[in-house]
Protein backbone atom coordinates (compact mmCIF):
# COMPACT_ATOMS: atom_id res chain seq x y z
CA UNK A 1 0.00 0.00 0.00
CA UNK A 2 2.89 2.35 1.02
CA UNK A 3 4.04 1.92 -2.91
CA UNK A 4 0.28 2.80 -4.20
CA UNK A 5 -0.15 6.08 -1.93
CA UNK A 6 3.42 7.29 -3.16
CA UNK A 7 2.15 6.55 -6.71
CA UNK A 8 -0.75 8.50 -6.06
CA UNK A 9 1.29 11.59 -4.64
CA UNK A 10 3.61 11.44 -7.41
CA UNK A 11 0.79 12.10 -10.02
CA UNK A 12 -0.73 14.66 -7.58
CA UNK A 13 2.09 16.79 -7.72
CA UNK A 14 3.00 15.98 -11.31
CA UNK A 15 -0.24 17.46 -12.38
CA UNK A 16 0.38 19.96 -9.59
CA UNK A 17 3.79 20.81 -11.38
CA UNK A 18 2.46 20.86 -15.04
CA UNK A 19 -0.22 23.12 -13.99
CA UNK A 20 2.48 25.34 -12.63
CA UNK A 21 4.61 25.58 -15.63
CA UNK A 22 1.77 26.40 -17.51
CA UNK A 23 0.70 29.11 -15.54
CA UNK A 24 3.93 30.66 -15.21
CA UNK A 25 5.34 30.49 -18.76
CA UNK A 26 1.85 32.43 -19.62
CA UNK A 27 2.43 35.26 -16.72
CA UNK A 28 6.22 35.85 -17.40
CA UNK A 29 7.09 38.99 -19.44
CA UNK A 30 10.15 38.12 -20.99
CA UNK A 31 11.65 38.78 -24.68
CA UNK A 32 11.64 34.94 -25.13
CA UNK A 33 7.82 34.70 -24.56
CA UNK A 34 6.53 37.83 -26.18
CA UNK A 35 3.52 37.74 -27.66
CA UNK A 36 2.60 34.06 -26.43
CA UNK A 37 -0.98 34.52 -24.55
CA UNK A 38 -1.83 33.97 -21.28
CA UNK A 39 -3.43 30.48 -20.32
CA UNK A 40 -6.97 30.42 -19.37
CA UNK A 41 -8.50 27.15 -18.40
CA UNK A 42 -11.45 27.10 -19.68
CA UNK A 43 -11.38 29.54 -22.53
CA UNK A 44 -7.71 28.93 -24.05
CA UNK A 45 -7.85 25.34 -25.42
CA UNK A 46 -5.02 23.31 -25.68
CA UNK A 47 -4.20 20.58 -28.59
CA UNK A 48 -1.75 17.82 -28.67
CA UNK A 49 1.07 18.47 -31.33
CA UNK A 50 2.40 15.27 -30.85
CA UNK A 51 2.38 11.22 -32.27
CA UNK A 52 1.49 8.86 -29.62
CA UNK A 53 4.68 6.66 -29.07
CA UNK A 54 4.23 3.06 -29.90
CA UNK A 55 7.14 1.19 -31.01
CA UNK A 56 4.72 -0.70 -33.34
CA UNK A 57 4.66 2.39 -35.44
CA UNK A 58 7.26 4.88 -34.29
CA UNK A 59 9.41 6.13 -36.95
CA UNK A 60 13.41 6.17 -36.13
CA UNK A 61 15.65 8.48 -37.59
CA UNK A 62 18.62 5.93 -39.14
CA UNK A 63 21.13 5.45 -36.96
CA UNK A 64 19.17 6.48 -33.61
CA UNK A 65 18.54 3.63 -31.29
CA UNK A 66 15.85 1.35 -31.62
CA UNK A 67 12.48 2.74 -29.18
CA UNK A 68 11.18 -0.10 -26.71
CA UNK A 69 8.61 -0.09 -23.84
CA UNK A 70 8.65 -3.55 -21.56
CA UNK A 71 6.03 -4.07 -19.10
CA UNK A 72 8.39 -4.96 -15.58
CA UNK A 73 5.13 -4.51 -13.20
CA UNK A 74 1.26 -5.54 -13.23
CA UNK A 75 -1.74 -4.55 -11.75
CA UNK A 76 -2.46 -8.62 -11.03
CA UNK A 77 1.44 -9.61 -9.56
CA UNK A 78 2.64 -6.70 -8.33
CA UNK A 79 -0.29 -4.17 -7.34
CA UNK A 80 0.27 -1.44 -9.73
CA UNK A 81 1.41 -1.25 -13.72
CA UNK A 82 4.70 0.14 -14.94
CA UNK A 83 6.79 0.45 -17.96
CA UNK A 84 10.33 0.37 -18.74
CA UNK A 85 10.93 3.12 -21.63
CA UNK A 86 14.06 2.58 -23.49
CA UNK A 87 14.66 5.48 -26.37
CA UNK A 88 16.75 8.40 -27.91
CA UNK A 89 16.19 12.11 -26.71
CA UNK A 90 14.61 12.52 -30.28
CA UNK A 91 12.39 9.76 -30.27
CA UNK A 92 9.23 10.37 -31.99
CA UNK A 93 8.29 13.77 -31.58
CA UNK A 94 10.35 16.06 -29.65
CA UNK A 95 12.11 19.33 -29.22
CA UNK A 96 15.90 19.92 -29.40
CA UNK A 97 17.69 22.06 -27.57
CA UNK A 98 20.81 24.20 -29.21
CA UNK A 99 23.37 21.79 -27.88
CA UNK A 100 21.75 19.26 -29.76
CA UNK A 101 23.52 20.25 -33.33
CA UNK A 102 26.15 23.14 -31.70
CA UNK A 103 28.55 22.68 -29.22
CA UNK A 104 28.65 25.15 -26.33
CA UNK A 105 25.12 26.09 -27.17
CA UNK A 106 22.79 25.49 -23.82
CA UNK A 107 21.79 22.15 -23.03
CA UNK A 108 17.92 21.41 -22.38
CA UNK A 109 19.02 21.57 -18.61
CA UNK A 110 20.30 25.45 -19.31
CA UNK A 111 16.39 26.49 -21.18
CA UNK A 112 14.14 28.72 -19.33
CA UNK A 113 11.00 27.62 -19.50
CA UNK A 114 10.11 30.77 -21.68
CA UNK A 115 12.23 29.31 -24.02
CA UNK A 116 9.84 26.07 -24.69
CA UNK A 117 6.55 28.88 -24.45
CA UNK A 118 6.42 30.53 -27.76
CA UNK A 119 3.78 32.35 -30.72
CA UNK A 120 4.22 30.49 -33.60
CA UNK A 121 2.88 30.78 -37.15
CA UNK A 122 1.82 27.69 -39.66
CA UNK A 123 2.85 27.81 -43.33
CA UNK A 124 0.83 25.40 -45.43
CA UNK A 125 3.03 23.88 -48.39
CA UNK A 126 1.57 20.58 -48.64
CA UNK A 127 0.65 20.72 -52.03
CA UNK A 128 4.42 21.44 -53.09
CA UNK A 129 5.68 18.64 -50.72
CA UNK A 130 3.09 16.80 -52.44
CA UNK A 131 5.02 17.48 -55.98
CA UNK A 132 8.48 16.96 -54.41
CA UNK A 133 9.61 15.12 -51.96
CA UNK A 134 12.99 17.48 -51.45
CA UNK A 135 11.18 20.67 -51.36
CA UNK A 136 12.85 23.27 -49.71
CA UNK A 137 10.55 25.84 -47.57
CA UNK A 138 12.23 29.74 -50.14
CA UNK A 139 12.08 32.97 -48.84
CA UNK A 140 9.31 33.54 -51.55
CA UNK A 141 7.00 31.33 -49.81
CA UNK A 142 7.28 32.93 -46.57
CA UNK A 143 7.24 36.35 -47.93
CA UNK A 144 3.58 35.46 -50.19
CA UNK A 145 2.54 33.74 -46.89
CA UNK A 146 3.33 37.11 -45.16
CA UNK A 147 1.27 39.29 -47.99
CA UNK A 148 -2.03 36.95 -46.67
CA UNK A 149 -1.54 36.85 -43.13
CA UNK A 150 0.69 39.85 -41.67
CA UNK A 151 4.40 39.81 -40.76
CA UNK A 152 5.73 36.83 -38.50
CA UNK A 153 6.26 38.41 -35.06
CA UNK A 154 9.58 38.12 -33.81
CA UNK A 155 11.09 35.23 -31.63
CA UNK A 156 8.52 33.18 -33.05
CA UNK A 157 8.01 29.33 -33.62
CA UNK A 158 7.78 28.92 -37.52
CA UNK A 159 6.24 25.75 -37.95
CA UNK A 160 6.51 24.13 -41.60
CA UNK A 161 3.32 21.93 -42.56
CA UNK A 162 4.85 19.16 -45.15
CA UNK A 163 1.56 16.83 -44.91
CA UNK A 164 4.35 14.07 -44.18
CA UNK A 165 2.79 13.53 -40.57
CA UNK A 166 -0.01 11.47 -42.29
CA UNK A 167 3.13 9.17 -43.87
CA UNK A 168 3.85 8.48 -39.26
CA UNK A 169 4.32 4.46 -38.83
CA UNK A 170 4.84 3.45 -42.34
CA UNK A 171 8.20 3.55 -44.45
CA UNK A 172 6.95 6.66 -46.75
CA UNK A 173 7.79 8.50 -43.95
CA UNK A 174 11.55 8.29 -44.02
CA UNK A 175 11.21 7.83 -47.50
CA UNK A 176 14.58 6.08 -48.19
CA UNK A 177 15.78 5.44 -51.82
CA UNK A 178 18.00 2.49 -52.86
CA UNK A 179 21.48 4.32 -51.39
CA UNK A 180 19.48 4.46 -47.86
CA UNK A 181 19.28 8.54 -48.57
CA UNK A 182 16.20 10.10 -46.37
CA UNK A 183 14.09 11.93 -48.95
CA UNK A 184 11.77 14.68 -46.89
CA UNK A 185 10.98 18.40 -47.19
CA UNK A 186 12.53 21.02 -45.23
CA UNK A 187 13.24 24.74 -44.60
CA UNK A 188 16.10 25.76 -47.20
CA UNK A 189 19.11 27.22 -45.45
CA UNK A 190 19.00 30.97 -46.97
CA UNK A 191 15.25 31.06 -45.36
CA UNK A 192 16.34 29.70 -41.84
CA UNK A 193 19.32 32.79 -41.94
CA UNK A 194 16.74 35.31 -43.52
CA UNK A 195 14.24 34.25 -40.34
CA UNK A 196 17.51 34.95 -37.89
CA UNK A 197 18.80 38.27 -39.99
CA UNK A 198 15.04 39.82 -39.76
CA UNK A 199 14.22 38.91 -36.10
CA UNK A 200 11.56 36.13 -37.12
CA UNK A 201 13.10 33.66 -35.36
CA UNK A 202 15.24 36.40 -33.21
CA UNK A 203 17.05 35.02 -30.15
CA UNK A 204 14.59 33.22 -28.67
CA UNK A 205 12.26 31.55 -31.34
CA UNK A 206 12.56 28.46 -33.72
CA UNK A 207 11.32 26.30 -36.17
CA UNK A 208 9.31 23.38 -36.08
CA UNK A 209 7.88 20.81 -39.34
CA UNK A 210 6.49 17.30 -39.26
CA UNK A 211 9.36 15.29 -40.58
CA UNK A 212 12.38 14.07 -38.89
CA UNK A 213 13.70 17.50 -38.79
CA UNK A 214 14.35 21.07 -40.07
CA UNK A 215 16.62 20.14 -42.62
CA UNK A 216 16.23 18.08 -46.40
CA UNK A 217 16.28 14.92 -46.09
CA UNK A 218 18.96 15.07 -48.89
CA UNK A 219 21.65 17.17 -46.68
CA UNK A 220 24.28 15.60 -45.22
CA UNK A 221 25.43 18.48 -43.36
CA UNK A 222 22.33 19.62 -41.39
CA UNK A 223 22.90 23.38 -42.43
CA UNK A 224 19.30 23.96 -41.30
CA UNK A 225 19.87 22.77 -37.80
CA UNK A 226 22.91 24.39 -37.69
CA UNK A 227 21.27 27.48 -38.16
CA UNK A 228 18.32 27.09 -36.33
CA UNK A 229 20.06 25.34 -33.15
CA UNK A 230 21.55 28.51 -31.59
CA UNK A 231 21.36 30.86 -28.89
CA UNK A 232 18.27 29.97 -27.04
CA UNK A 233 16.51 29.01 -30.61
CA UNK A 234 14.69 25.57 -30.52
CA UNK A 235 13.34 22.83 -33.05
CA UNK A 236 10.19 21.08 -32.94
CA UNK A 237 9.91 17.63 -35.13
CA UNK A 238 7.69 15.06 -35.85
CA UNK A 239 4.66 17.21 -35.19
CA UNK A 240 0.97 16.09 -35.69
CA UNK A 241 -2.51 17.29 -35.75
CA UNK A 242 -1.50 20.21 -37.55
CA UNK A 243 -4.58 20.90 -38.87
CA UNK A 244 -6.24 21.42 -35.95
CA UNK A 245 -3.98 24.53 -35.02
CA UNK A 246 -4.27 27.64 -36.56
CA UNK A 247 -2.08 29.68 -39.21
CA UNK A 248 -2.13 32.39 -36.49
CA UNK A 249 -2.77 33.44 -33.32
CA UNK A 250 -1.85 30.54 -31.21
CA UNK A 251 1.60 29.60 -29.41
CA UNK A 252 3.44 26.50 -28.78
CA UNK A 253 3.88 24.97 -25.06
CA UNK A 254 6.92 21.86 -24.48
CA UNK A 255 6.71 19.40 -22.58
CA UNK A 256 8.78 16.19 -21.52
CA UNK A 257 11.60 15.57 -19.35
CA UNK A 258 14.70 17.60 -18.47
CA UNK A 259 17.62 15.51 -18.45
CA UNK A 260 21.12 16.46 -17.55
CA UNK A 261 22.43 17.71 -20.36
CA UNK A 262 19.70 16.83 -22.58
CA UNK A 263 20.00 17.26 -26.19
CA UNK A 264 16.39 18.16 -26.14
CA UNK A 265 13.15 15.82 -25.01
CA UNK A 266 10.79 13.45 -26.51
CA UNK A 267 7.33 15.43 -25.88
CA UNK A 268 4.51 16.54 -25.54
CA UNK A 269 4.34 19.84 -27.59
CA UNK A 270 0.83 21.49 -26.81
CA UNK A 271 -0.54 24.06 -29.24
CA UNK A 272 -2.13 26.49 -26.88
CA UNK A 273 -5.30 28.55 -28.90
CA UNK A 274 -7.05 31.46 -27.30
CA UNK A 275 -10.44 31.90 -27.19
CA UNK A 276 -11.74 32.65 -30.10
CA UNK A 277 -8.73 31.66 -32.55
CA UNK A 278 -9.74 29.06 -34.83
CA UNK A 279 -7.59 26.80 -37.07
Known amino acids: MQRRHLLTAAATGAVAGAAGLAGSAAAA ?58 EGEATGTHWGAPGHFNAGEPLADDLDPNDLFLPAVKIDVRDKCARNADYALTIDDVKQWERRHGRIPDESMIIMWTGWEYKWGTDAFPNLDADGVLHQPGFAPQTVQWFIDTGRIGRNGGTGIDTFGPDLGTDPEFLASLLVYQRHRISLEILANLAGFPTTGASILCGGFINAKGSGSTALIYGVIPPGVHA
Request: no cysteine; charged share 20%; proline share 7%.
Open 29 to 86: ESGSGSGAGQLKPGKTRLISLSHVNDPAKTNIYPGDPAFELETIATIEEDGYYLQFVR
